[in-house]
Every structure is written in C-alpha cells, then in structure tokens.
C-alpha cells in the first residue's frame, strides 16, 4: 500500500514549501512526472525521447527540475553536460548539488585526454574550471561537497590540470574537512599514475584530517586516500590505529605498506587482537604489504581466528605463498584433510576447497592425491574448487571428466582449466560446449577456442551464436560477444550474408559488433540497426512516492538461518526499486545463492544459476547518485553500464572505489550480524516486501 491512499495528494505533501525552499505548485501532473522517469529510463529512446526531461530543467516545480538534472546526467553524454551547466546556479541548493553531480556523470564516457568532436559537447578542461569556478564561491557545504567530488570524478587530462583540482578542493578543505571534500582528493589520488602525486601540503591536511576529524567518516576517508596516495606517516598511523571507530582502524592498515616494517609488523599484531573482524581481515593483507615473500606468522595464526571470513582470508592468502613454505604447506594440508561436522551445513565446505586450492600452488603431490575425493563431492560448489585445483596440478584427465558434471557451474570451472592445460587438444570439448544452456559455460568455451584451426569451429560458433540469439536475452550479451571474436578470427567475407540479419539485433552493443565486422570483411562501410527489446512499464511515480518501502531476506535453514532486513532507495534509484520489487513479488530471490564472497569488500548473489552471468533478461539502467557505497549498503551488480541483472551486493566495509560506478538502491537496516556472516554459496530462503501502511 502507499503511504498516501492518492498520488497527486503525496506530492503535494512532498512539495509543500520549506524553509528556504522554491515555491511548488499545490499539485502536479502525475502523468507528467511518469513521463519524466520514463524518459530517464528509457535514456531518452522512448516515443517522448528527451523531451519531459528538457522541459522539466526550467520548471517551476523544483522536485521535477531536480529530477531533471538528475535524468540527463544519466545519460553519460557531454552534449547534456553544457545543458546542464545553468543548473549550476539555481536559487535551491539541491538542485545546485544535483548539478553537481549530473555534470560529472555526463563526462563519464570521455576518454582521458580525449578532445570533442565538434564545440556542441562540453569538454573536460571547460568543465573542470566551471567547477573550480563554482567551488571557490558555492556556500552550502552540501554544494561544497557535491562539487569537490565532481571535480575529482573529472578524467583531467594532465598533471597541470590535476594540480588545479588539487588546489581547488584543498582551499575548502581547510576551512572545513567534510566527507565529499576528501572523497574529491581521494579520487585525485586513485588516478595519480595519471596526473601525479597529491602535494606535500595536501598530505598534511589529510593526516590532520584522519587524526582530528569528528566526523569518522572523514576520517576513514583521510586515510584511504593517504593509503592510495603513499603518504601514511608514523606519526598519524599510531594514532588511528587507536581510533575508537573500527572502519578507521581497518584503513589505517590499509595504507600501512609505507610504513617502517617494524611498526608495521607492530599494527599488525595489535590488529591480531582487535574486536572487529574487519581489522582482523585487514591485518593478513596488511602482512603482505611489505617483504616478498611476507612472513608468515601473522597469516598463521589469523588460520586459528573464531570467525570464517578470517579464517577463509588466511587461508587463501597462504595460497599466494609467504616465507615459510613447509609450515604453509602443512597447514594447508591439515585443513584441506579435515571435516568439519559443527555448524550450518552449508558452512562446513568451505574451509577444505579453499585449503585445497591453496595446497595445489604449494604441494601439488599431495594435492593430487586429495582431489579425487573433492572431484566426487556432492556439493557442486566442492567440485567446482576440484577444477580449480586441478588446472593448477594439471590433472587433465579429472578436467576432462568435471567438463561433462552435471553442474554448469563446475563445467565452466574444468572449460576454463582444460584451456590453461590442454590447450587446443581438448577443442572437442568446448565445442560440445558451446551449446550450453549455462551462459557461463558456452562464454569459457568460446573463449578457450580462440586461436583455434579447427575446420569446424566457425561453424559450430554460428550454430550456437544463432541458438543463443533466440532467447532474445539481454544477459546473454557476454557469451554473444565472445563468440562474436572468435568469428572475427575465423570468418572471412563468404561469412558476412550469415551474420547480416544480426545488424537489427535487439542488444546494441551487439549490432555494433556485427557491423564493425561486416565492414571489415566487405570493405564497404555497414551500419547498425538495432532493434532494442521494449522496455516494460512500471509504475515509477508510484514507486518513487513511497518513501518508505523494506525488505525482509530470510536466509535458509541450512545456511543459518536468520533474518536481515533492507530500506529502499526508492526516491534515489525508482527505476531499480520497481524492477527489485517485481522480481521480489515472483520470488526470484527466493532460494537462490551468494555465489561470491569476498572479506572486506562484498557479498554477491541472487542470480538464478549462481554465477554472475545469468539473471533477469532484460538489462537494468544504472541510477547513480551521490550516495556513497557505505557499509551495509546494497549495489545491484553490473558488468558495465547500464547492464544489472536484478543481483545484489552487500558492501560489507566502506567500498568508495564503487561511488558513481553502481547503483545503490538501499541499506540494511536491521539484522546486520545475520547478513555479515554470509559464507559462499549459502542460500537465501525467501525475500518479501514489508508492507508499510
């Protein structure tokens, strides 16, 4: 149910006049603002094209005009990016934010360096100064914020223009450190290969910042940014591996690798012992910041810590070796032996397959000698580590046989290790492959033909590219285009009539491709006509409107059980709200698996075939904001834009380095403990919507 029984009176209500606030109208259109998202949805190709979004920029409602601003920036082009640039100015500081942000985003597909093709486009140097130009003047610190991390988002083209930015953001910064201020400089310094090292003064400030700040926030982003640019000192490190907020004391071992290693070896002891987990999983990859090989001591002991993730950590850590190989590989061969009875029975794989693994890059003998017992697992997820392990050891004959699983997961797993240890001898085999109903399986097969001179591969590639095609499914974009390369290799002008029909395929990216082969083989120039799958409706106001809309996951009984639950972004990212919630309501979620896990950093899953490359067929559009990927918060996974499949991630610590990359659609706000313990390949039992009346 809506919070309000009738649209047109929730936002009236939402736009009453605040404080400070441009006057909105009593009413609106609410065919208007449907029009408006659908528009934005649609990136502008629906029968109203730009229209409702342009329109919206000079409108009088301030709510459609933010909308606006925030749509155009959406669409990723610099032509809308000079349109965008009044909004700069507008008398609402939200709107002047949004501004901000949009400008930004409509850079995002210029190549560094890269100069316009005509003077339509806005140009990187032009909007570096109208930023810098607003910066120095803008007095809401919500502007401030908003245009610091624009300017930093900016692919500046040399180290001359890095430095102005530089210089910009830090003249605010010392009047006042706030979190999108030093988010601006930490992305400065994450392109510093580009553009050059931070300077010695903003160095400073960032490790008064990491120090002093109240803010824990600005805090840790102090220090993420220090750690990316080199420059954490004793001095500050000491002091903020102290800090009573865990996130700062995880960062600081973050950036540990410049310190001395004794005080490094020293952090990293006292972190052994720290009450966070997070700072206990920091502190193995802390270990490996400095000597090559590390010590192993730290990664040992972390092997005996009470949580899984740790332990996970350690384990896979001494898979990439350290000093003391023979204590590694004991160890490693004591895990991979042992069998675990206590706990949820879907916890009690994991420790042996990554043990495993690890043992393969140690002993590979005694590896050996383990892996028939792990090939015949009866849980997939064992098998699938089997095949890893035995592409390392190159026990082809177990490939071979884990090739034909029934598991498409372990198919993909033995396909991608027959490529690395059979070569082209096993060509057969991903032939057979390549018509799988498994995305990621006919994906490795296509990829491990490539070099291929088997007379039959082109053939067998068209077949299973035609079969594929039928499906008209978005998510098989990945599959589609590999073999798309491999006919490229192995096609000649004789091929093109074959591939003709496919210029009006209904992915873009596609047709693109087949085009650009089409004119290569013919020598004449051929054009795309891309015929894209309509985009289903749904109700985006309504959606929008209900600002508080949740989700309860249970997770199953054999994974722990539980319970956590999410709040909705729905004003943030509608269109993502809406598809979540249909799929929510045809129990998509429901049963499905957290395929990867990765301490310190995500959770992903809820795809049907638990792998990342099959989902719901249609692509989502991204809906990216000025929220930060904080931890606890919910992504929906993507593999470049505008290609989410409805999976989720959860940011299991503060993952800046995804900010402005994918959408955030909400944050949970209950059962956190529930949800942090989520190990590999455990399994959601069912998602509901939490009605809120």
Known sequence: MLACPRVALCVALMLAPRAGAA?????????????????????????????????????????????????????????????????????????????????????????????????????????A???????????????????????????LSDSAAARAAEDAIRARLQALATPGLVHGLYTLARARRATGNLTTETMVLLRSAAITAPDATVRRLALVTLAAAGGLDSATAVRTARDRDDETRRMTLRGAGSLSPALRMALIRRAQSDASTIVRLEAIAAARLGD???????????????????????????????????????????????????????????????????????????????????????????????????????????????????????????????????????????????????????????????????????????AAFDSLSTHRSENARDPRMAMLERVGELGSPATAPRLRAYLADYDTTVATTVATLLTGWTGAPVEARPVPLPIRAEPLAEVFLRRTIRLGVTMARSSGGGRFTLRLFADEAPATVARVLRLVREGFYD???????????????????????????????????????????????????????????????????????????????????????????????RVEVIENR
């Open 292 to 462: 090559n090989p590390p010590d192993c001591t730290p990664i040992l002991t972390a092997t005996r810590d009470r949580e899984p993730y740790v332990v996970l950590t350690a384990i896979d850590s001494l898979g990439s070796g350290c000093a003391d190989s023979a204590a590694a590989a004991a160890t490693l061969r004591r895990l991979a032996a042992g069998v675990i009875t206590r706990g949820p029975p879907d916890h009690r794989w994991q420790v042996g397959a990554h043990a495993l693994l690890g043992l393969a890059r140690f002993d590979s003998v005694n590896a050996a000698a383990m892996l028939p017992r792990a090939a015949g697992a009866a849980r997939a997820a064992v098998r699938q580590y089997a095949a890893r392990a035995a592409a390392i050891v190159g026990a082809r004959a177990l490939l071979l046989r884990l090739a034909a699983d029934g598991d498409r997961n372990v198919q993909e797993a033995a396909i991608a290790g027959l490529s690395v240890t059979a070569g082209h001898q096993a060509d057969s085999v991903y032939l057979r492959a390549l018509g799988s109903s498994g995305h990621q399986v006919a994906l490795a097969a296509a990829q491990a033909l490539k070099g291929s001179s088997d007379p039959t591969a082109l053939p067998a590639l068209l």
């Open 591 to 685: 049963g499905k698996v957290f395929q990867r896990v990765e301490p310190n950093f995500v959770i992903q899953g809820g795809g049907p075939d638990a792998n990342e490359y099959v989902g719901d067929t249609t692509f989502m559009r991204d809906e990216l904001t000025m929220r930060t990927h904080a931890r606890g918060t919910v992504g929906i996974s993507a593999r470049g834009r505008d290609t989410g499949d409805g999976q989720w991630f959860i940011n299991l610590v503060d993952n800046p380095l995804l900010d402005h990359e994918y959408t955030v659609f909400g944050r949970i706000d209950g059962g956190w403990a529930v949800a942090e313990r989520i190990l590999e390949g455990d399994r959601i039992g």
């Open 23 to 127: 006057q909105a109208p009593a009413t609106v259109d609410t065919a208007a603002f449907q029009r408006l998202l659908v528009a934005e949805d649609a990136r502008g190709t629906g029968s109203d094209g730009l229209g409702p979004l342009t329109a919206a920029l000079t409108s009088a409602d301030t709510l459609l005009r933010r909308l606006a601003v925030r749509g155009l920036g959406r669409f990723q082009r610099p032509a809308l990016g000079r349109v965008l640039l009044p909004s700069l100015t507008d008398p609402l500081a939200s709107i002047r934010a949004e501004a901000a942000n949009a400008v930004a985003q409509s850079m995002r597909r210029v190549r560094r360096g890269a100069a316009p093709s005509d003077s339509t486009p806005l140009a990187i140097p032009e909007a």
């Open 129 to 155: 100064a109208t930023l810098t130009r607003t910066l120095s003047t803008e007095t809401d610190p919500r502007v401030v914020d908003a245009l610091a991390q624009s300017l930093g988002r900016l692919p």
